[in-house]
Protein backbone atom coordinates (compact mmCIF):
# COMPACT_ATOMS: atom_id res chain seq x y z
CA UNK A 1 0.00 0.00 0.00
CA UNK A 2 1.60 3.40 -0.88
CA UNK A 3 1.57 6.12 1.08
CA UNK A 4 -1.30 8.05 -0.70
CA UNK A 5 -3.47 5.03 -0.30
CA UNK A 6 -2.57 5.13 3.61
CA UNK A 7 -3.09 8.70 4.27
CA UNK A 8 -6.87 8.25 2.51
CA UNK A 9 -7.77 5.45 4.35
CA UNK A 10 -7.01 7.36 7.50
CA UNK A 11 -8.51 10.54 5.54
CA UNK A 12 -11.96 8.82 5.24
CA UNK A 13 -12.12 6.79 8.75
CA UNK A 14 -11.17 10.21 10.70
CA UNK A 15 -14.08 11.67 8.74
CA UNK A 16 -16.06 8.40 9.76
CA UNK A 17 -14.98 8.86 12.79
CA UNK A 18 -16.33 12.60 13.43
CA UNK A 19 -19.86 11.95 11.76
CA UNK A 20 -20.31 8.34 13.38
CA UNK A 21 -19.05 9.40 16.95
CA UNK A 22 -18.03 13.27 17.54
CA UNK A 23 -20.79 15.04 16.19
CA UNK A 24 -23.28 12.93 18.02
CA UNK A 25 -21.83 13.46 21.24
CA UNK A 26 -21.45 17.10 20.57
CA UNK A 27 -25.46 17.05 20.22
CA UNK A 28 -25.83 14.63 23.34
CA UNK A 29 -22.93 17.42 25.30
CA UNK A 30 -24.74 20.66 24.17
CA UNK A 31 -28.54 18.66 25.46
CA UNK A 32 -27.01 17.75 28.93
CA UNK A 33 -26.01 21.18 29.22
CA UNK A 34 -29.28 22.65 28.94
CA UNK A 35 -30.60 20.26 31.15
CA UNK A 36 -27.77 21.13 33.84
CA UNK A 37 -28.33 24.84 33.65
CA UNK A 38 -32.40 24.15 33.83
CA UNK A 39 -31.63 22.14 36.81
CA UNK A 40 -29.02 25.12 38.78
CA UNK A 41 -32.31 27.27 37.67
CA UNK A 42 -35.18 25.30 39.39
CA UNK A 43 -32.62 24.62 42.14
CA UNK A 44 -32.18 28.01 42.58
CA UNK A 45 -35.68 28.63 42.98
CA UNK A 46 -35.86 26.16 45.35
CA UNK A 47 -33.42 27.55 47.50
CA UNK A 48 -34.82 30.55 47.69
CA UNK A 49 -37.95 29.22 48.25
CA UNK A 50 -37.12 27.58 51.29
CA UNK A 51 -34.92 30.40 52.39
CA UNK A 52 -38.43 32.57 52.75
CA UNK A 53 -40.19 29.70 54.56
CA UNK A 54 -37.80 29.10 57.07
CA UNK A 55 -37.64 33.04 57.58
CA UNK A 56 -41.43 32.60 58.08
CA UNK A 57 -41.57 29.53 59.94
CA UNK A 58 -39.15 31.86 62.30
CA UNK A 59 -41.29 34.92 62.61
CA UNK A 60 -44.08 33.08 63.65
CA UNK A 61 -41.85 30.62 65.78
CA UNK A 62 -40.95 34.01 67.23
CA UNK A 63 -44.28 35.37 67.81
CA UNK A 64 -45.59 32.47 69.82
CA UNK A 65 -43.44 32.38 72.76
CA UNK A 66 -44.47 36.47 72.85
CA UNK A 67 -48.69 35.93 72.52
CA UNK A 68 -49.47 38.15 75.65
CA UNK A 69 -48.66 42.01 76.63
CA UNK A 70 -46.86 41.02 79.83
CA UNK A 71 -44.18 38.91 77.51
CA UNK A 72 -44.56 41.88 74.83
CA UNK A 73 -42.84 44.62 77.61
CA UNK A 74 -40.75 41.62 78.70
CA UNK A 75 -39.13 41.39 75.95
CA UNK A 76 -39.01 45.68 74.83
CA UNK A 77 -37.18 45.77 78.30
CA UNK A 78 -34.89 42.97 78.10
CA UNK A 79 -33.77 44.88 74.50
CA UNK A 80 -33.13 47.91 76.60
CA UNK A 81 -30.75 46.56 79.06
CA UNK A 82 -26.74 47.72 78.11
CA UNK A 83 -28.20 50.35 76.10
CA UNK A 84 -27.21 54.10 76.93
CA UNK A 85 -30.92 55.30 76.06
CA UNK A 86 -32.79 58.31 78.13
CA UNK A 87 -36.48 59.53 78.66
CA UNK A 88 -37.92 55.58 77.72
CA UNK A 89 -41.42 55.35 77.69
CA UNK A 90 -42.67 52.33 77.18
CA UNK A 91 -46.72 51.46 76.76
CA UNK A 92 -48.32 47.77 76.24
CA UNK A 93 -51.92 47.59 75.62
CA UNK A 94 -53.76 44.09 74.98
CA UNK A 95 -54.99 44.47 71.27
CA UNK A 96 -58.00 42.85 69.86
CA UNK A 97 -57.38 39.08 67.97
CA UNK A 98 -55.18 38.54 65.56
CA UNK A 99 -53.12 41.44 67.78
CA UNK A 100 -52.06 40.54 70.82
CA UNK A 101 -50.78 43.88 71.82
CA UNK A 102 -49.91 47.41 70.99
CA UNK A 103 -46.60 48.92 71.97
CA UNK A 104 -45.93 52.88 71.90
CA UNK A 105 -41.73 53.17 72.62
CA UNK A 106 -40.06 56.57 72.71
CA UNK A 107 -36.32 56.96 73.70
CA UNK A 108 -33.81 59.36 73.38
CA UNK A 109 -29.85 58.50 73.23
CA UNK A 110 -26.67 58.45 70.91
CA UNK A 111 -27.62 57.39 67.40
CA UNK A 112 -25.27 54.21 67.56
CA UNK A 113 -27.57 53.11 70.83
CA UNK A 114 -31.07 54.17 69.32
CA UNK A 115 -30.26 52.15 65.98
CA UNK A 116 -28.41 49.12 67.60
CA UNK A 117 -31.74 49.08 69.80
CA UNK A 118 -33.89 49.30 67.05
CA UNK A 119 -32.06 46.54 65.09
CA UNK A 120 -32.37 44.68 68.22
CA UNK A 121 -36.01 45.28 68.56
CA UNK A 122 -36.65 44.38 65.01
CA UNK A 123 -35.15 41.04 65.42
CA UNK A 124 -37.12 37.86 65.23
CA UNK A 125 -37.70 36.53 68.71
CA UNK A 126 -38.82 39.91 70.59
CA UNK A 127 -42.07 39.39 69.33
CA UNK A 128 -42.35 43.03 67.61
CA UNK A 129 -43.47 44.01 64.40
CA UNK A 130 -43.28 47.93 63.56
CA UNK A 131 -45.87 49.58 62.47
CA UNK A 132 -44.81 52.79 62.46
CA UNK A 133 -40.37 53.79 62.91
CA UNK A 134 -39.25 57.51 63.47
CA UNK A 135 -35.97 58.91 64.35
CA UNK A 136 -35.39 62.98 65.13
CA UNK A 137 -32.75 64.62 65.55
CA UNK A 138 -32.20 65.99 69.32
CA UNK A 139 -29.57 68.34 71.06
CA UNK A 140 -28.43 65.68 73.18
CA UNK A 141 -28.56 62.63 70.09
CA UNK A 142 -31.39 61.02 68.47
CA UNK A 143 -34.82 60.40 69.65
CA UNK A 144 -36.85 57.26 67.91
CA UNK A 145 -40.52 56.10 68.31
CA UNK A 146 -41.85 52.97 67.93
CA UNK A 147 -45.64 52.34 67.58
CA UNK A 148 -45.40 48.02 67.08
CA UNK A 149 -47.47 44.93 67.21
CA UNK A 150 -47.23 41.99 69.02
CA UNK A 151 -48.89 39.15 66.80
CA UNK A 152 -50.45 36.02 67.90
CA UNK A 153 -54.16 34.49 69.86
CA UNK A 154 -54.33 35.96 73.45
CA UNK A 155 -54.44 32.86 76.28
Do not use: C, W, Y
Not at 5 to 19: R, T, Y
Not at 28 to 47: K, V, W
Not at 103 to 130: E, I, N, W
Amino acid sequence: MTARAAALVLLVAAGALLIGVALPLRTQAATAEGERRRAQEQSERSRARLTDLERRLGALAAVEGTNDPGSLRRSVVASLQGRSVSQVRINVEPAKPPLSATLKLSVDGSFGDVVALSGRLAQPGTGVVFARFALAPRSSGVHMEVDGLGLGARP
